[in-house]
C-alpha cells in the first residue's frame, strides 16, 4: 500500500534534510514574508529539491509547496502531495534543532501518507493510514502506537516553543492540565504523540496550513491517534483556501477525544477561532493493529 511513495518520500525527506543542516551550519540571512513570519535560504532551496523531485517521480500527481507562489494543484480532485520544506523556521533561526521536513500525500483529500524527518539527531516518522507507522532513530527503527492514557490531569500536552496563547492558558486551566512539554514544529509535537512520549496536542490558532497537517495527521491516524479540527471534524485537504482556520487537534485515542472536546470547542469559542455555530463532530478514526516490532522507547529521546 503506497510503498513507492513512501520509499521516495523518506528518500527526498532526507535530501531535503541535508540541505537544511548545511544552511543551519553557516550564518545564514532571515527574511520576513510576513508578520513573525520568517524564511531563510534553507526554506526556498528544500522547497525547489522537493518539489521538482516529487513531480519528476510522479508526473500525474498534484505538488503544493508553502513556499512555491503556485498551488493551483489543490483545486483537483486525486492524489496531490503537500510539502513543507522547512517546519519549524523559527526554531531553525534559533538554532535549538526542533525543524523538519514534511511531506504528506493526500487522496481525494483524505490524508493518506506521511513523513517528517527532523535531521538534528536523525529521527525520522513515515506512516501509512491503515497500514503502520514507524520512527527511524539514527540506525534502529521502532513502531510507533499511542498511549491509552485519556483522564485529563494525567495527559501530557505538548504546546509550542516559540509563541504560547492566552487561549492554551485556558485550555491548561480548564482541563486542570498538569504536564507539559515544549516543541518546535507541528511535526515534531504529533511525532511525540505517536511514539508515546506525549498525549495531547491542541493548536488554538487559525494560522496554520494544509501542508503544516497533512503528514503529521497521517503518521498519527497510523499510529492509531485521532486528528481534527478544533470542532472535531476531520480535514478535507485541497481547494482554493488551504488555510486550517479551525486549528488543530491531535489526541492520542479515541477516549481522550472524548473528554476533551467539549473544552477545546468552548475555549475556541471564547477566542474566536471557532464560530459558535460549528457544532462538535464525532470523530471516526479508525484506530488499526499496533504492528508486531519494536516500540517506539521514552530512552531514545534526545
Keep these: 500500500m503506497l510503498d513507492r511513495e513512501l520509499v521516495e518520500a523518506v528518500k527526498l525527506a532526507r535530501e531535503a534534510g541535508a540541505i537544511l543542516l548545511e544552511i543551519y551550519a553557516t550564518d545564514f540571512d532571515v527574511e520576513l514574508k510576513g508578520e513573525a513570519d520568517p524564511v531563510t535560504e534553507a526554506d526556498k532551496r528544500a522547497n525547489e529539491l522537493l518539489v521538482r523531485r516529487l513531480r519528476e517521480a510522479f508526473p500525474n500527481d498534484g505538488v503544493v509547496a508553502e513556499e512555491s507562489p503556485d498551488k493551483s494543484d489543490a483545486l483537483a480532485r486525486g492524489r496531490c502531495w503537500y510539502v513543507d520544506p522547512l517546519d519549524g523556521t523559527k526554531e531553525f533561526v534559533a538554532k535549538n534543532g526542533e525543524f523538519s521536513v514534511m511531506i504528506g500525500l493526500a487522496i481525494d483529500g483524505e490524508a493518506k501518507l ?18 503502520s507507522a514507524f520512527v527511524d532513530i539514527e540506525d534502529r527503527t521502532y513502531a510507533l502506537g499511542v498511549t491509552d492514557v485519556s483522564e485529563p490531569k494525567d495527559l501530557r500536552l505538548v504546546v509550542s516553543r516559540s509563541h504560547r496563547s492566552d487561549a492554551t492558558d485556558d485550555f491548561v486551566k480548564r482541563l486542570k492540565i498538569e504536564n507539559e512539554m515544549k516543541s518546535g514544529s507541528v511535526g515534531l509535537k504529533v511525532g ?12 488554538l490558532s487559525s494560522y496554520a496550513s494544509a501542508w503544516d ?12 491517534g485521532v486528528f481534527t479540527d478544533l470542532a472535531g471534524a476531520t480535514y478535507s485537504y485541497g481547494g482554493e483556501d488551504l488555510k486550517l482556520a479551525k486549528g488543530i487537534l491531535a489526541c492520542n485515542n479515541q477516549d481522550t477525544y472524548d473528554r476533551v472536546i467539549d473544552a477545546v470547542r468552548e475555549v475556541a469559542r471564547d477566542h474566536e477561532i471557532l464560530e459558535s455555530d460549528d457544532a462538535v463532530a464525532t470523530s471516526e478514526t479508525e484506530v488499526p493493529a499496533e504492528p508486531d516490532e519494536d516500540e517506539a522507547s521514552n530512552d531514545e529521546e534526545e
Design 114 to 131: 506521511g513523513v517528517v524527518y527532523r535531521p538534528v539527531g536523525d529521527r525520522l516518522y513515515r506512516g501509512v493510514v491503515g497500514d
Design 192 to 203: 511525540l504523540i505517536a511514539q508515546r512520549d506525549a498525549d495531547l496536542y491542541v493548536h
Design 213 to 224: 497537517a497533512c503528514a503529521p495527521e497521517a503518521i498519527l491516524r497510523a499510529a492509531g
